[in-house]
Each structure stands twice: as structure tokens, then as C-alpha cells.
């Protein structure tokens, strides 16, 4: 089959579009005919080397872990799925034309979603309502703060804070703002914009996609008691109660939520569909800002 493999660390001239050995079920794995799968931050850190200390590697790799498709096989002791049934998940070794995966890690594709664009939910979907409901716990009425939330994470995180009856803001770039007024937050602030931080209310929590000097300039509007989870690393924050969260497959949540991406009431801007040979250009787009998924399809 043809797959996108990592030799070493690299620019995007290091993903190779090859030749590579078919993978084969284990007794609890499903085989998918990947019919989609998409770019994530996660995999040009990975490219880069940027993740070395916590992710290592063994090389050759392959990429990718969103996945829409097909089940052409099944392992020994699987019952929940059979040939044909059409799947989506949180994987490993996506950017490829097939792949082997936990039974289940996998949720069905709700009916009316277009597998196509089903394969680049998994990830973003999952790691957002875990960054609420694992990392915060909210109670409804209190503020939170999502950073990032222009991003694919943060519209996630700000639709499940939702969800749990919390009063929401979305913390975005000034550049963003416009966008985001009536994409379901209470209210949006400018987050490189000093006086817009000042104006924050005390917030009770802050769910973080960005990190760095932001979070760091945001800390100070939580209250005493206030909790901070992050997708993005633990900040320092003396005597704060932070929880760093990374994501784990939850199928159930996942099929919820991409039900609502199907029926409009989550959405999660696609912003180009390429092929995976063209997986070089697509690393490209999506580090130089691409403004929502890639998807791929091999
Ligand atoms: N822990 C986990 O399991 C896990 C899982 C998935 C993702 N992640 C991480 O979560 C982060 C977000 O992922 P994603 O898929 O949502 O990426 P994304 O769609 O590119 O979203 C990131 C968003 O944050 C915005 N942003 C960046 N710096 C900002 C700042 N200083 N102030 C305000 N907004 C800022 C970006 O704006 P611009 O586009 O203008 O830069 C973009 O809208 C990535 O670092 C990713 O690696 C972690």
C-alpha cells in the first residue's frame, strides 16, 4: 500500500509517499480502508523533532491520527464491527491507505456525515471536550476563559463548555474577533491586546490551546480558587490547581459530537481537501496558518 513515512526529523521534504507493507489485523484490531484523515499541529511537531523528549520515535513512521474509513477486515475476537461498516477515529499511522486500530477506539460515521469530512474531527473533537470535561469539571454558571478559540480544539472546548451551562468566553487574536462574534461564546476578547486582558472579569477557569506568554498573561484574571487545564503543557502557575490533558480515543463522546458537526450546531471550518501524495504541501498550508482542516485522502 502507499503511505506518507517519516525518515527523520526534517522540513516537510522529509515526508516520503511510498511503498510500505500492508499491516495486518491483531484478534482486537479492525482493518480500515482509510477513506480520510487530516493534518494536526501534532504531526509537524512530531516532523520537526519539537516532541523528541516526550513522543520518540522509532523511524521509519508513519504520521497521522484522524481517521474516516472503510472495514475490510476483522480480528479474531472483534463483534461489534463487520465488513463494510464505515468508522471514524482517534489512531496512529493514518496518513496511509489502510491501517489496523482497537476495535474500541472506533465510533461509527453518524449517518448524513460525509465520511470525507468525518476524518478530520476525531482528534480535535475529543481533545476539546476532554480539556472541559476531564480537565475543568465545569459547574454551570462559571466563567471560563478558552484560549485558542478560534482553533479547531478551542471551538470544540468552547461548544462542551457550553454544553455543562458555562458562561464562556473565547479568548481569540484581534484578528479573529469578528469572526467568532455568534460562533457560540458568550463574549470574545482579544488576547494580544493588553487592555482587552484587563477588562477580563475574575474567571473561575481557563482552558488552554495556546500556552506561552498568553496564558501566562491571563493567569493573573483567575480567581484564588480558580483551576487552568491545557492541551498545550502545564504553565507555571504557583498554587493554581493545573491539569495538563492529552487526548485519549473516547468514541462514545466522539459520535456525539460529530453528530452535532453533522447537524450544524458545531462547526469545525474546513479550510482545503488535498491528496496525501501532496501530504508536503499540505504540512506547509497548515504551518503557515491554512484557517481550519486539512483534510487528506489517500
Ligand atoms: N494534548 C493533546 O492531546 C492535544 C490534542 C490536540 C491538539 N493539541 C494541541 O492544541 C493546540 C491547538 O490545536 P488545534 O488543532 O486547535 O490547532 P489550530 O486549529 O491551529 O488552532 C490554534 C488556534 O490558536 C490560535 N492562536 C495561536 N496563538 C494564539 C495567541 N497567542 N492568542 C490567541 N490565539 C492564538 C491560532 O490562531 P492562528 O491560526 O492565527 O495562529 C488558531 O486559531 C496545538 O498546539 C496542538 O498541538 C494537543
Do not use: C
Not at 91 to 118: C, H, M, Q, W
Amino acid at each position: 500500500m502507499k503511505a506518507v513515512q517519516l525518515h527523520e526529523y526534517g522540513g516537510p521534504e522529509k515526508l516520503m509517499y511510498e511503498d510500505v507493507p500492508t499491516p495486518e489485523p491483531g484478534p482486537d484490531e479492525v482493518m480500515l480502508r482509510v477513506i480520510s484523515t487530516s493534518v494536526n499541529p501534532v504531526d509537524f511537531k512530531i516532523r520537526k523533532g519539537e516532541l523528541k523528549a516526550h513522543m520518540p520515535v522509532q523511524f521509519p513512521v508513519i504520521l497521522g491520527r484522524d481517521v474516516a474509513g472503510e472495514v475490510v477486515r476483522v480480528g479474531l475476537d472483534v463483534t461489534r464491527w463487520k465488513r463494510g461498516d464505515l468508522l471514524m477515529g482517534l489512531v496512529n499511522r493514518s496518513y496511509a491507505e489502510f491501517l489496523t486500530a482497537r476495535a474500541d477506539a472506533l465510533a461509527r460515521i453518524p449517518e448524513g456525515l460525509d465520511p470525507k469530512d468525518a476524518g478530520a474531527l476525531p482528534l480535535i473533537l475529543e481533545t476539546g471536550a476532554q480539556l472541559i470535561e476531564k480537565g475543568i469539571q465545569p459547574h454551570a454558571g462559571e466563567t471560563i476563559l478558552v484560549t485558542g478559540a478560534a482553533g479547531s480544539v478551542g471551538r470544540a472546548a468552547v461548544y462542551v463548555a457550553k454544553q455543562h451551562g458555562a458562561h464562556v468566553i473565547a479568548g481569540v487574536r484581534g484578528s479573529q474577533k469578528a469572526e467568532m462574534q455568534g460562533a457560540g461564546a458568550d463574549s470574545v476578547v482579544a488576547l494580544d491586546d493588553d487592555a482587552e486582558i484587563a477588562g477580563l472579569p475574575e474567571l473561575d477557569a481557563i482552558a488552554d490551546t495556546v500556552g506561552g506568554e498568553t496564558i501566562m498573561k491571563v493567569i493573573p484574571k483567575l480567581k484564588k480558587s480558580g483551576r487552568i487545564a491545557s492541551v498545550v503543557g502545564k504553565p507555571e502557575a504557583p498554587g493554581i490547581d493545573v491539569r495538563a490533558v492529552w487526548a485519549q480515543p473516547d468514541p462514545e463522546r466522539l459520535y456525539k459530537l460529530a453528530e452535532d458537526v453533522r447537524d450544524g450546531r458545531l462547526t469545525i471550518p474546513v479550510s482545503k481537501r488535498m491528496r496525501l501524495e501532496d501530504i508536503r504541501e499540505a504540512h506547509k498550508a497548515a504551518e503557515h496558518n491554512a484557517g481550519g482542516k486539512i483534510e487528506l485522502l489517500p
